[in-house]
């Protein structure tokens, strides 16, 4: 005998009386109604570029993996028509790119998570700096990480990399970037090859680019470690989120690069662009530092030419701030940062 259960906490829609159309009638409900238990996550929700945030509640499946690759590798369960691919999942502190097709059961839609090691920045044709969370794996198992020529020996390696598919992503092919966690950076790295259609599922689905790099040779001339930059060139226009005043010290001009809705609890960082009045780029010193102006406590912890910002009390959302650099007592640029709540 096949036992069934009638939820008791929403009004039916059939009365057919089979077994059947009663589930696909609540097959929704039910799903919400493990949303609100211990079994499902809070996690927050990011489009491609993390400047739209929400938090909401899903179900994380294969958290005890049981091999290397399926511990860099989630299912998630979401309410159907919440996500598509190429957006992001903060979960366990960490960044996580939806890469799976998501299919839905009629009671939620699954999809594939894969966990994000690294950022990787680079310019677009007007100088605007990009960044994006990549989730990464090698495609050269068996290199033994060196290459010959006739006249050197070459290190070689080559690494994939999974982007969401927007505009600013697809400009990354056949640019140099820095894959490295050391600071500065200095392993470089070309992209060789981009794959834009692999992983296209659909405007209603969303999609991926997959790119193939190369290990390449750091280039001192133009390279830019302490930004993260490869073959640097001064923006010809302000980022879209920099502060459009710049303060002129001296010969020397700036800008800076960073989301100016500052979430509670959730550490930003912010990078200084400064250049001379022959455009040519300035070298971040110690005659340079960061400075805010404000009311409110914000915890300021400074990296060369990056300043990382973090407010942890509630009680401050909807307050506002400047962002200055200094040269000296002299302003530089500055910009006016709010800080918003985490919903």
Same mark, same amino acid.
């Given at each position: 005998?096949?036992?069934?259960?009638?939820?008791?906490?929403?009004?039916? /829609?059939?009365?057919?009386?089979?077994?059947?159309?009663?589930?696909?009638?609540?097959?929704?409900?039910?799903?919400?109604?493990?949303?609100?238990?211990?079994?499902?996550?809070?996690?927050?929700?990011?489009?491609?570029?993390?400047?739209?945030?929400?938090?909401?509640?899903?179900?994380?499946?294969?958290?005890?993996?049981?091999?290397?690759?399926?511990?860099?590798?989630?299912?998630?369960?979401?309410?159907?028509?919440?996500?598509?691919?190429?957006?992001?999942?903060?979960?366990?502190?960490?960044?996580?790119?939806?890469?799976?097709?998501?299919?839905?059961?009629?009671?939620?839609?699954?999809?594939?998570?894969?966990?994000?090691?690294?950022?990787?920045?680079?310019?677009?044709?007007?100088? /605007?700096?990009?960044?994006?969370?990549?989730?990464?794996?090698?495609?050269?198992?068996?290199?033994?990480?060196?290459?010959?020529?006739?006249?050197?020996?070459?290190?070689?390696?080559?690494?994939?990399?999974?982007?969401?598919?927007?505009?600013?992503?697809? /400009?990354?092919?056949?640019?140099?970037?820095?894959?490295?966690?050391?600071?500065?950076?200095?392993?470089?790295?070309?992209?060789?090859?981009?794959?834009?259609?692999?992983?296209?599922?659909?405007?209603?689905?969303?999609?991926?680019?997959?790119?193939?790099?190369?290990?390449?040779?750091?280039?001192?001339?133009?390279?830019?470690?302490?930004?993260?930059?490869?073959?640097?060139?001064?923006?010809?226009?302000?980022?879209?989120?920099?502060?459009?005043?710049?303060?002129?010290?001296?010969?020397?001009?700036?800008?800076?690069?960073?989301?100016?809705?500052?979430?509670?609890?959730?550490?930003?960082?912010?990078?200084?662009?400064?250049? &001379?009045?022959?455009?040519?780029?300035?070298?971040?010193?110690?005659?340079?530092?960061?400075?805010?102006?404000?009311?409110?406590?914000?915890?300021?912890?400074? &990296?060369?030419?990056?300043?990382?910002?973090?407010?942890?009390?509630?009680?401050?959302?909807?307050?506002?701030?400047?962002?200055?650099?200094?040269?000296?007592?002299?302003?530089?640029?500055?910009?006016?940062?709010?800080?918003?709540?985490?919903?």
């Amino acid at each position: 005998m096949k036992e069934w259960y009638l939820t008791d906490n929403y009004k039916p /829609t059939v009365t057919s009386g089979y077994e059947s159309d009663v589930i696909s009638d609540f097959a929704q409900s039910n799903f919400t109604d493990v949303l609100e238990t211990a079994f499902s996550d809070a996690v927050l929700l990011y489009n491609h570029n993390l400047s739209e945030c929400k938090e909401i509640r899903c179900v994380i499946q294969g958290n005890s993996a049981d091999t290397y690759l399926k511990s860099m590798e989630r299912i998630a369960l979401f309410p159907i028509g919440t996500v598509k691919a190429g957006m992001y999942i903060f979960f366990e502190n960490r960044y996580w790119l939806i890469t799976g097709y998501p299919s839905s059961n009629k009671s939620y839609e699954k999809a594939t998570v894969k966990l994000c090691q690294y950022k990787v920045k680079w310019q677009n044709s007007d100088g /605007t700096i990009v960044e994006r969370w990549v989730s990464a794996q090698s495609s050269s198992k068996y290199d033994d990480g060196l290459k010959d020529s006739n006249t050197m020996t070459l290190t070689s390696d080559s690494i994939m990399l999974l982007l969401p598919n927007d505009d600013e992503s697809l /400009t990354l092919d056949g640019k140099r970037i820095f894959i490295d966690k050391k600071n500065p950076p200095n392993k470089v790295y070309l992209v060789s090859r981009a794959d834009s259609v692999l992983y296209d599922y659909g405007e209603d689905h969303g999609g991926m680019f997959c790119f193939i790099t190369e290990k390449t040779e750091l280039n001192e001339s133009t390279d830019r470690p302490d930004l993260g930059i490869c073959d640097y060139i001064p923006p010809t226009t302000p980022p879209e989120e920099d502060d459009k005043t710049t303060v002129l010290s001296g010969t020397i001009t700036g800008t800076i690069s960073g989301n100016k809705n500052l979430k509670v609890g959730f550490a930003r960082t912010y990078t200084a662009n400064l250049v &001379n009045e022959d455009g040519n780029a300035v070298e971040w010193s110690d005659e340079f530092k960061w400075n805010i102006v404000g009311d409110i406590e914000v915890g300021l912890t400074e &990296n060369g030419n990056q300043a990382e910002l973090l407010v942890d009390n509630e009680d401050l959302v909807d307050s506002t701030f400047f962002l200055q650099i200094l040269n000296g007592d002299s302003v530089i640029t500055r910009v006016e940062i709010t800080v918003v709540g985490t919903f």
